[in-house]
């Protein structure tokens, strides 16, 4: 795992960041940043040597997902992991198509987001970002890792809305309405397909 990345966390509510904070810090080793909205993430982006942003997608002020665009263009090399709630997928699809390398949903554990950030991480030394210059991306592979996270998050969306009905997991009724809710999202087909074929594996 890489140790001392700088972690920036964008929430407006404290108890979210000072639990990330901690937990990341203590138990990962990163050194994170917080702040509460959109406008002062982007003016710490600029004044700072950041890896990686936790982003929530709901902030008072400039949104999220305008967060995410100009932060994209501005600091193209910056990881950024998107926070929403479970009813707020559609949201996540557009971050994921905006650049995004994963989203989380709320409610959330700190293994989760320490899990996402990790995996973050190693894609980004793998594909060559400004920490880890390797001379060469893997541009392709990147968008079918997001892409894939994506699917993943929305079979887990659909899970627990299943179990909330019905109190047990019907998997390839979870596995149907995962691809009919990705493909009214706009979710490209062959990324579907992709992740339809890893769950035969």
Request: hydrophobic share 40%.
């Given at each position: 795992?890489?140790?001392?990345?700088?972690?920036?966390?964008?929430?407006?509510?404290?108890?979210?960041?000072?639990?990330?904070?901690?937990?990341?810090?203590?138990?990962?080793?990163?050194?994170?940043?917080?702040?509460?909205?959109?406008?002062?993430?982007?003016?710490?982006?600029?004044?700072?040597?950041?890896?990686?942003?936790?982003?929530?997608?709901?902030?008072?002020?400039?949104?999220?997902?305008?967060?995410l665009t100009k932060a994209k263009r501005a600091h193209p090399?910056?990881?950024?992991?998107?926070?929403?709630?479970?009813?707020?997928?559609?949201?996540?699809?557009?971050?994921?198509?905006?650049?995004?390398?994963?989203?989380?949903?709320?409610?959330?554990?700190?293994?989760?987001?320490?899990?996402?950030?990790?995996?973050?991480?190693?894609?980004?030394?793998?594909?060559?970002?400004?920490?880890?210059?390797?001379?060469?991306?893997?541009?392709?592979?990147?968008?079918?890792?997001?892409?894939?996270?994506?699917?993943?998050?929305?079979?887990?969306?659909?899970?627990?809305?299943?179990?909330?009905?019905?109190?047990?997991?019907?998997?390839?009724?979870?596995?149907?309405?995962?691809?009919?809710?990705?493909?009214?999202?706009?979710?490209?087909?062959?990324?579907?397909?992709?992740?339809?074929?890893?769950?035969?594996?």
């Open positions: 795992m890489l140790k001392n990345a700088n972690i920036l966390i964008v929430d407006d509510d404290e108890g979210v960041t000072d639990l990330l904070s901690a937990g990341l810090e203590e138990s990962e080793g990163y050194h994170c940043f917080a702040v509460s909205t959109g406008e002062h993430a982007l003016e710490k982006l600029s004044s700072s040597n950041i890896d990686l942003m936790l982003l929530d997608l709901r902030l008072p002020g400039i949104s999220g997902i305008d967060v090399d910056t990881l950024i992991i998107v926070i929403t709630g479970v009813g707020d997928v559609q949201t996540a699809v557009e971050a994921m198509k905006l650049g995004a390398t994963d989203y989380i949903t709320k409610p959330f554990d700190i293994t989760t987001v320490a899990n996402s950030i990790e995996s973050a991480l190693q894609e980004g030394t793998r594909s060559g970002s400004k920490l880890f210059p390797v001379g060469f991306h893997h541009d392709l592979s990147d968008k079918t890792s997001r892409w894939a996270a994506c699917m993943d998050s929305i079979a887990r969306g659909v899970e627990m809305r299943f179990e909330s009905l019905v109190g047990t997991t019907i998997t390839q009724t979870i596995v149907d309405r995962t691809v009919a809710t990705a493909q009214s999202m706009g979710v490209p087909e062959n990324h579907i397909n992709q992740w339809l074929n890893s769950r035969k594996q």
